[in-house]
Structure formats: structure tokens, C-alpha cells
Nanobody, 121 residues
């Protein structure tokens, strides 16, 4: 199984940038598809971005296309989310997740505890 730990959240002004990191432990990280999800107060959890096990295929929530970039470093068992041109609507708790099936479409079996991103207007 995998254990995931997010970092890099914080408070940023609208138009600014943040880079989220997810450190994974486990012997089969390179076989897992990975994703970033977010949940805002009073809202359901939504997939923001996902990446295939080898990093060659990605997908994004429409509202973040062109602003967010997901990437991974399998050698170091790290997942990243570069967030640019941040908007107040991006404010949420962001979660790193892993799909042991290797499919970006899930199911996602393992989850981190989340990191808070707050974008001020």
C-alpha cells in the first residue's frame, strides 16, 4: 500500500502561484496513476488533475486547464501540482491520491491528509 503526504499549500493573492508536492512511500509508486483532488467548504470533492503511471498522459478539470500542471518524478516518488494564475475559486483543501490499478480514471485507493490553499481577492 501507499502512504501519501501533501505539502506546499498556503495563502496567496489572486494571480499568484503555488506548487503543491506529494511525497509517496511504497514499493510500487511507479505503477500507480496519481491525481490531485480538491474540496471547498460546502462542496463535493472534485478531481483537479490526473497523470498516468509513466507520466505520459494527463487530464485536467476544465476550469484549471492552462493554469495548472501536474507532473511526477517516479525516481523520487514525488507528485507535483504547479498552480498559476490562481483565483479565489481555487480556494480548497487539496488532496493527493493514488490509483493502484494504474488507471487515471480510478478507483483511487490511497489518499493524503490534504493541504489548504487559500487565494485572496
Amino acid at each position: 500500500q501507499a502512504q501519501l503526504a501533501e505539502s506546499g499549500g498556503g495563502l496567496v493573492q489572486a494571480g499568484g502561484s503555488l506548487r503543491l508536492s506529494c511525497a509517496a512511500s511504497g514499493r510500487t509508486f511507479s505503477r500507480y496513476a496519481m491525481g490531485w483532488f480538491r474540496q471547498a467548504p460546502g462542496k463535493e470533492r472534485v478531481r483537479v488533475a490526473a497523470i498516468s503511471s509513466g507520466g505520459g498522459n494527463t487530464g485536467y478539470l476544465d476550469s484549471v486547464k492552462g493554469r495548472f500542471t501536474i507532473s511526477r518524478d517516479n525516481a523520487n516518488q514525488m507528485l507535483y501540482l504547479q498552480m498559476n494564475s490562481l483565483k479565489p475559486e481555487d480556494t480548497a483543501t487539496y488532496y493527493c491520491a493514488a490509483a493502484s490499478s494504474g488507471s487515471r480514471f480510478g478507483p483511487y485507493d490511497y489518499w493524503g491528509q490534504g493541504t489548504q490553499v487559500t487565494v485572496s481577492s
